[in-house]
Nanobody, 120 residues
Framework: QVQLVESGGGLVQPGGSLRLSCAAS????????MDWYRQAPGKQRELVAS???????NYADSVKGRFTISRDNAKNTVYLQMNSLKPEDTAVYLC??????????????WGQGTQVTVSS
């Protein structure tokens, strides 16, 4: 059993910042890539940022230069620092991880999501 738990969402004014966290726990042997996705009402889920075990990152064009993904492998935690937030960043942000369990099974895991609302 593996769980991903996000935190840090909320309401922020345009131009503001938020930091999301996602902690993985449970029967974890190793964690490969971890990602942040987002889904706005009426829109498809989109990949926001990803980070490999070695720290290689990738960003959606819409967030490049504003968002930064990082991870603490010792804590099995991934972060998303979001700066210069815009109303169009409003969405539910979901954490995703490709995780090998202690039973040596490789699976995709998702968090429950955290709401980010950018509004004045």
């Amino acid at each position: 059993q593996v769980q991903l738990v996000e935190s840090g969402g909320g309401l922020v004014q345009p131009g503001g910042s938020l930091r999301l966290s996602c902690a993985a726990s449970g029967s974890i042997f190793s964690i490969n890539t971890m990602d942040w996705y987002r889904q706005a009402p009426g829109k498809q889920r989109e990949l926001v940022a990803s980070i490999t075990t070695s720290g290689t990152t990738n960003y959606a064009d819409s967030v490049k230069g504003r968002f930064t993904i990082s991870r603490d492998n010792a804590k099995n935690t991934v972060y998303l620092q979001m700066n210069s937030l815009k109303p169009e960043d409003t969405a539910v942000y979901l954490c995703h991880g490709i995780i090998t369990t202690t039973s040596r099974v490789l699976k995709n895991y998702w968090g429950q999501g955290t709401q980010v609302t950018v509004s004045s």
